[in-house]
């Protein structure tokens, strides 16, 4: 799916530069796990391929879980930057290019986000695609889950799975080979693929206009009806969708939090 709307103006499919990017975090909560390494590589038809990668040092402790995924453990990070002696760096590595990832919308973006929060600055508001959703519409049924099973379905070879870089990498050859595809077909821009139906979503939709209207404003007013306190006003700056929850900064807890939308009354 691609993730925002669509402008009337095209995007063309060889001469954007797009940026896969892949995390690894120090658990899966996006309220309280942080960032222990982030890649970003980026291509445009015609260019040289781009990379950035580093460790991050989270300032909390890593989850064995998540060390036994990814293989980076406390005392390794002990001495890699913080996020926010790095953020300016990722900000124009970024820019305005197309954000490309797998299954980026289960956490990555929400996390992404958070960083940039935390360190002052604004969300990525950037149009967000994600292969995972697209690539099932783009050939014919894969039934893989992993970026390695898509990848070896598709004669891509990958190595070091759960790793940023090479996460990045194989994500954003996956990309390109969706993009070579398209241009074969006659498909030559974002706006086509979207029209024709290769970024249907199963987001919720009043998550994803309350994420948009955060892309116009950043600050957000709802009206939050939850089961566990009272109906209350709050203004938030969305950071992320995930299905049926919107992750944002809420001002009125000073923290992070995950909002059901069928409790958010209106929103403005």
């Known amino acids: 799916m691609i993730f925002g709307d669509i402008p009337r103006d095209p995007i063309p499919l060889n001469s954007t530069r797009f940026v896969a990017f892949d995390l690894e975090t120090t658990g899966v909560a996006?309220?309280?796990?942080?960032?222990?390494?982030?890649?970003?590589?980026?291509?445009?038809?015609?260019?040289?391929?781009?990379?950035?990668?580093?460790?991050?040092?989270?300032?909390?402790?890593?989850?064995?879980r998540s060390t036994d995924i990814h293989g980076l453990t406390n005392t390794l990070l002990r001495n890699a930057p913080f996020f926010v002696s790095i953020k300016n760096q990722i900000k124009d590595f970024?820019?305005?290019s197309v954000l490309i990832g797998f299954n980026v919308l289960s956490l990555d973006l929400s996390m992404l986000n958070k960083e940039?929060?935390?360190?002052?600055?604004?969300?990525?508001?950037?149009y967000i695609i994600d292969v995972f959703s697209v690539i099932n519409r783009v050939f014919n049924p894969i039934h893989e889950k992993s970026l390695a099973g898509v990848a070896k379905k598709l004669d891509i070879a990958s190595q070091g799975n759960h790793r940023?870089?090479?996460?990045?990498?194989t994500t954003m050859k996956i990309w390109i080979k969706i993009v070579e595809k398209m241009e074969r077909l006659g498909i030559h821009t974002l706006n086509e693929m979207f029209e024709r139906g290769y970024f249907k979503t199963k987001l919720d939709e009043k998550a994803q206009q309350i994420f948009l209207l955060g892309r116009q404003q950043r600050f957000v007013e709802i009206i939050y009806d939850s089961p566990f306190s009272q109906r209350t006003r709050r203004i938030i700056e969305p950071l992320g969708v995930r299905g049926s929850k919107l992750d944002a900064f809420c001002h009125l807890r000073a923290d992070f939090r995950s909002f059901s939308t069928k409790y958010i009354l209106e929103f403005k």
């Open 30 to 64: 996006m309220h309280k796990d942080r960032i222990v390494e982030i890649a970003l590589v980026a291509w445009k038809k015609g260019s040289k391929k781009e990379t950035f990668s580093t460790l991050v040092n989270p300032g909390v402790p890593v989850s064995q």
């Open 94 to 96: 970024i820019r305005d």
């Open 116 to 126: 940039i929060r935390l360190s002052g600055e604004p969300p990525f508001y950037n």
């Open 164 to 169: 940023a870089l090479p996460d990045a990498e």
